[in-house]
């Protein structure tokens, strides 16, 4: 599972080297939306538990009755709900002047005959009783659980669609920025590899920081869902440039070994053994004796020789001839 590989497997990193660019964009893209998706469970939760409960809601709105259209309430009562922000005013003598309220984001006042309801981002709405059948004559008691009733069916559902849609929404914008530092960190990631002489691509930096991003979004997830806010993005930023770095220099330093290959050295053969010593070649003889140098004396005795042969030879022709 690459989410857990991402983590500590070094030879992920280097099998990113040789994927196509869609397979770490879709991975980060696929993590990004759980991290995301946890914090708005994580939100959406602390939510839950900040809204009043129901029993809490009657303790705080007093007892009324409108009866033909008309509000009676004992005294005036007004409820400030921290939580939502709004504000409730209930006030059967009271003339209502929108100028009073125009630094209240929220409120609801009813007076005798008029409900006035105001929403942070929406219009003054005027509801009169007699609009409207079960406001026409109720209670306390009646109108919360007609109001009960109503909010499963209609209200609740267009509500959660709402939200829903605002979420995904919002999402995809935090998924566009969420992209934007890591192109950065993939820049940074590329000056980390001309240091460590391993020269990648900014392609290759990118990839690996796709991947990287599993421990660091790990990491702030966890701090969101404990301490309800972002991790200091400083601390982030360092926090990915030396989870990758180590990546990056394992690449460098070529202890990642590829998918299917072991780093088993075998011994190779020496294409260059070195030549067996042999006898030195005999060193060939000249095929004629230098003369060695002879002397005057030695010549003429040689010479003295020569013409006594010849005279012996002479002699002993003349006498085969007599």
Known sequence: MKFIRAIYDKTLYQEALSEKFSKPFFYWVLMSLVSLFIINISLGWDIYKALPSLEQIKQQIPKFEIKDGILDVGQREEIYFEETPILIIIDDEYTFNAEEFKYTPQYLVATKETIYIKGEDSQLTKIFYNDYEWLRNTDRDTLINNIMDILPTEAIAVVIGSILLFVLFINILLLMFKFIPVLLWAAVGLISSKIFKKDLTYGESLKIMLYGNTLPTIVT????????????????????????????????????????????????????????????????????????????EETATVASKNVQTNEEINRETKSEIS
Do not use: R
Request: net charge negative.
């Open 221 to 296: 997830t966890l701090f969101w869902v404990v301490f309800k806010d972002n991790i200091n993005m400083f601390t982030f930023f360092i926090l990915v440039s030396i989870y990758t770095g180590y990546f990056i220099y394992q690449l460098k330093t070529g202890n990642i070994q590829e998918e299917g290959i072991t780093d088993t050295v075998t011994p190779t053969q020496n294409t260059n053994p070195t030549p067996t010593p042999t006898a030195p070649a005999e060193t060939a003889q000249p095929t004629q004796l230098a003369q060695q140098p002879v002397s005057v």
